[in-house]
């Protein structure tokens, strides 16, 4: 390998202070105290594949990043992980909850001053830093803890996230038959109560209450009935029981399945991208097929069109309700999948020239328009559904869960050739779920592996690593396949992976890298990597727009915060939310303990450590392809390391 011509740029300063390596926090010499080390770049290519050296034999080093096979597998595993349940279950209701057609006005504000910005800032921190989800924040190490909040998150995230695998892997087994087993009230797990048929319409037309309509049911009882679908839900996957205090058994079929998934998993993640940019070519476009097919059959029925007129009427009251602001803010948030580090270990593979200001806008784009796609696929069938229940389709819809396994199933139970169509149906479910979950585990794995140096790497530290993970998260989710496993799953859902530190997440990304590392400094960078500037406005997002919409819906949160429920009927036990709030905490308090820790470990005067603190930690490539040609930016990188060297090699 031939080295780069010599100069102040093409030297990068390892960090030699911190006493203990194998953290991962930056880069460690064995050189002597107080004498800095640096490393000759060498280059061992032409074009955008080159790949970064050092010299041997100075310190330790770490292993060089892999990059996407073709760039379309970083798209599609973008689409995969970002576009998931989120936009095709939660989007349709919100829709319907908050206005129709008007709630897509804050929400397409909320994508343009929130999604979009952030959503770039993470692909590209990835990529410009050519690291995973905590040593990205070697960009300013001194909020470091930014990336350790993100790998709770994605861990919390990727242990309950896989419980709706296990169930859509269950629906999928019980598919393969010829009556649907929740179409049907004459199963072991029905109740008396149980009805199949709803004739609410014949109800109407009666003025008697008493008088029996279905089977030995009159028009009062029926009110309280229930269908099979629901029975099926509660009784027979989730068995269900009084409360978060009574666990129960455990549900060995789910467990099966919650296993088989994690199986499955590992397989498609166990190779690193070279295997995950392959997989998500099937789970990635087979949900779009399905979607497509759902809902040409979909509009083809009864009642579709009322649907779908309910989804799109715009109800401009909502407009002035705060609610309809903040379940557009954290709608956008959840489905482009901010502030887990997950995107940021995508983008880290991309090559250091892509250009990913461009990539950002077409899954911005994706993304949102799947939301809006599903939109029309679910409420087409919902209005068929209120058409032949005869019912309002506000008595219908129910949000997360519920409307994946209970309207839905009940409708293609309703459809000519049921079966054929739940197999479609829960084949997409489980590939929406899969791929984000997979990726979820590639963000969190690419994480732990950036912690350490090559010399404490083993040779299969990737199998053995991901096998840990599997197995932890497999260890924590039996919890949720018990009797109390649903009262369980909903506590990690609205505390750990929640908006509240989703948001607390994206207002410190805009924080640390517009305000302490410098807007105009990264768009530098980012006008290095791609070539061009990106939009102005993605600056003054960073800068102002972003974090005071973050911190906003943040603090509306917290003052208008209410007992968690579940099915609206059911309330948490105060040690309930207790444990909750612990989860939420573990990852909020990661960033202020970070900061005071690496504050008091410093030596100086408080400005020193801030400046020692917040200067960037290079890696070999930032200076190999900012060598050439010479823009504003090297300026800034000569003297940043100038400065540090001159304040490391100070006497004390």
């Known amino acids: 390998m031939e080295s780069l011509p010599a100069s102040p740029v093409s030297l990068v300063f390892l960090e030699e202070t911190k006493k203990n390596p194998s953290n991962g926090d930056e880069y460690v010499s064995s050189a002597a105290p107080n004498v800095p080390q640096m490393v000759v770049l060498t280059n061992s290519g032409d074009g955008p594949d080159k790949k970064e050296g050092v010299v041997p034999g100075v310190g330790p080093v770490y292993q060089e990043r892999e990059t996407w096979t073709r760039q379309m597998d970083f798209i599609m595993s973008c689409v995969a992980f970002a576009v998931g349940l989120g936009n095709v279950w939660r989007f349709p209701y919100l829709c319907y909850e908050n206005g ?16 979009i910005p952030v959503f770039f800032l993470e692909i590209s921190l990835g990529q410009f830093m050519k690291a995973g989800g905590i040593n990205v924040w070697n960009i300013a190490p001194l909020f470091k803890g930014l990336g350790y909040a993100s790998m709770v998150i994605v861990f919390f995230c990727n242990t309950y996230y896989i419980m709706v695998l296990a169930w859509g892997l269950y629906y999928l087994v019980k598919s393969f038959s010829s009556t649907l087993p929740w179409s049907t009230c004459d ?8 009805v199949e048929t709803f004739q609410h319409q014949d109800c109407k037309n009666r003025s008697l209450a008493n008088i029996t309509i279905t089977g030995n ?12 679908i629901v029975e099926f839900w509660e009784n027979k996957v989730l068995d269900i029981s009084s409360g978060l205090d009574e666990p129960g058994r455990l549900n060995w079929e789910i467990l099966l399945c919650l296993m088989a998934a994690w199986v499955i998993v590992y397989f498609c993640v166990w190779k690193g991208v070279k295997s995950t940019g392959k997989v998500v070519y099937i789970t990635a476009t087979f949900p779009y097929l399905a979607l497509f097919i759902l809902l040409v059959r979909g509009v083809t029925l009864p009642g579709a069109y009322d649907g779908i007129m309910y989804f799109i009427s715009p109800d401009w009251s909502k407009l002035s309700q705060a609610k309809v602001w903040i379940d557009a803010g954290t709608q956008v948030f959840f489905s482009y999948a901010i502030g887990l580090g997950a995107l940021t270990a995508l983008g880290s593979y991309n090559r250091f020239d892509n250009d990913c200001h461009k990539d950002a806008f077409i899954l911005a784009f994706v993304n949102s328009g799947t939301s809006f796609f599903a939109g029309f696929v679910v409420f087409s069938t919902l209005g068929f559904m209120a058409a032949e229940q005869g019912v309002e389709i506000s008595q219908v819809v129910k949000s997360g869960p519920g409307l994946a396994f209970i309207a839905y199933p009940k409708a293609v139970s309703l459809l000519p050739g049921s079966p054929l169509w739940a197999v479609l149906f829960f084949i997409m479910l489980l590939l929406l779920g899969l791929d984000s979950q997979f990726v979820g585990v590639e963000g969190f794995v690419a994480g732990i592996l950036d912690l350490f140096p090559v010399q404490h790497q083993h040779r299969y ?3 053995i690593t991901l096998v840990i993970c599997c197995l932890l998260c497999l260890i924590i989710g039996i919890s949720m396949v018990t009797q109390g496993g649903m009262y369980v799953f909903t506590l990690f859902d609205y505390y750990s992976a929640s908006g509240m530190t989703l948001l607390w997440q994206a207002f410190w990304e805009c924080v640390i890298v517009a305000w302490v590392y410098g807007a105009d400094r990264y768009m530098d960078d980012i006008a290095r990597m791609i070539g061009y500037r990106p939009f102005f406005w993605v600056k003054w997002c960073w800068l102002f727009v972003t974090p005071c919409v973050c911190m906003s819906i943040f603090l509306f949160h917290l003052i208008t915060y209410k007992r968690l429920t579940y ?4 309330v948490y036990p105060w ?3 207790v444990i909750g709030w612990l989860l939420a905490l573990s990852s909020m308090l990661c960033i202020p303990l970070t900061f005071i820790y690496k504050l008091f470990r410093a030596k100086g005067s408080f400005a020193e450590r801030w400046s020692y603190l917040t200067t960037p930690v290079w890696g070999a490539h930032h200076l190999e392809y900012m060598a050439t040609p010479l823009t504003p930016g090297i300026d800034q990188l000569q003297s940043s390391i100038s400065s540090r060297l001159a304040h490391d090699m100070s006497p004390p």
């Open 100 to 115: 129709g057609g008007v709630f897509l006005i804050p929400y397409l504000l909320f994508v343009f001053v929130g999604g």
């Open 187 to 194: 199963n072991e797990w029905n109740t008396p109560s149980c």
């Open 217 to 228: 049911m009159t028009c009062a009882q029926l009110a309280n009935a229930s269908s099979p």
């Open 461 to 463: 530290k990737r199998e």
């Open 567 to 570: 099915n609206n009927v059911y």
């Open 575 to 577: 040690w309930g939310e």
